[in-house]
């Protein structure tokens, strides 16, 4: 197995030094281009922003987008390694709904706060293990079998709190918000977890299995890779990086409160990753593009809400850009070597 293994993911990688000629090779161009777009559309839009919204480039101000955007980078992590590998988990902000709710119930019932995270990331895992079940065994389209789960756990979040909000005092308020060397708590955890999501895809053979399954499962499973563990591993992952985005939200607000999370939250993430350049399709995906595609999509809320505009029109960017992500996906897709 570890001697067919890296043969498979070479190819499947893009990106990748190796052999002229390779798809890995002939990717690197658009994938430059492609993270260059992100940089100048994200210059352009701060611009645009700290000339007409003096608030924008207040260290306040500037701290609060790092803290929003962390959650979502947590989840776009996850999300990003179990894409590449051909996957799609849209339960996973249903995932930290469900874990802030009862976290939140928990440390207002008195339970200390270690005890409260163990519990929380070990239900979260639960929550993803069960979604790789059904994906693994089932064989229902990931895409169904995660919108059924968003949509279930959306309704157990509200139940859990039983339609009232709950505050937890100054309970994990240091992670929430206090700070190191002036950068937040929140982006320091947000950042660990991209940078060993990085790590693992770029240097493990779990991250070259998952690339060599998105871009050809049934060729993975000939070169010796255990294609079903490796999709559980893949979902109790997104699961337990679900429940530390939950816990992390419930730190930094202080109190669950319904419709907190949920699937907006998740398509949020969704449209981060694929901007990013992270494949519909499987087999390509990179942290850095994702990093990009968080960021440009928090700077963009923060500018709306300063430019006072409808807060509706979040949803419509973020549907927006989500859609038109998704066809340049899909023609690239089409038009690479090997389609």
């Not at 919204?53 to 609060?64: E, I």
């Not at 005890?115 to 293990?129: F, N, R, S």
């Not at 679900?242 to 992390?248: E, K, N, S, T, V």
Request: charged letters at 10%.
């Amino acid at each position: 197995m570890s001697l067919k293994t890296p043969s498979a993911a070479p190819d499947a990688t893009p990106g990748t030094p190796g052999r002229a000629g390779t798809p890995g090779l002939r990717a690197r161009g658009p994938l430059r281009v492609q993270h260059g777009g992100l940089v100048f559309v994200l210059v352009l839009v701060c611009l645009f922003t700290a000339v007409h919204a003096d608030a924008f480039t207040t260290s306040q101000n500037l701290l609060n987008v790092l803290r929003q955007v962390s959650v979502n980078a947590v989840i776009a992590a996850g999300l990003t390694l179990l894409m590449t590998a051909g996957g799609m988990d849209f339960s996973m902000g249903g995932n930290a709904a469900v874990t802030l709710c009862v976290g939140a119930q928990l440390s207002d019932g008195g339970w200390s706060t270690p005890a409260v995270v163990v519990v929380c990331l070990a239900l979260a895992t639960l929550i993803g293990l069960v979604n790789g079940l059904v994906v693994t065994y089932t064989r229902v389209a990931p895409f169904v079998a995660t919108l059924a789960s968003a949509m279930l756990l959306d309704g157990v979040a509200l139940l859990v709190l039983d339609g009232m909000s709950v505050t937890i005092g100054d309970k994990m308020s240091a992670l929430g918000n206090d700070e190191v060397l002036g950068v937040p708590y929140l982006t320091v955890v947000a950042v660990l977890v991209l940078a060993l999501t990085g790590v693992t895809m770029r240097f493990t053979t779990f991250g070259r299995d998952a690339y060599a399954m998105g871009g050809n499962e049934h060729v993975a499973r000939l070169s010796g890779i255990n294609v079903d563990a490796r999709k559980l591993a893949l979902y109790a992952l997104a699961g337990v990086l679900a429940g530390l985005a939950g816990l992390m939200l419930l730190s930094r607000l202080g109190a669950a409160a319904p419709n907190t999370a949920g699937l907006q939250t998740q398509l949020t993430a969704v449209a981060a990753v694929v901007i990013g350049g992270t494949s519909l399709a499987g087999g390509h995906g990179t942290v850095v593009g994702t990093v990009f595609g968080v960021v440009l999509l928090g700077v963009v809320a923060n500018a709306l809400n300063l430019l006072q505009v409808n807060s509706n029109y979040q949803l419509v960017v973020t549907g927006g850009v989500l859609l038109v992500a998704a066809v340049v996906n899909e023609f690239q897709r089409k038009s690479s070597p090997g389609h």
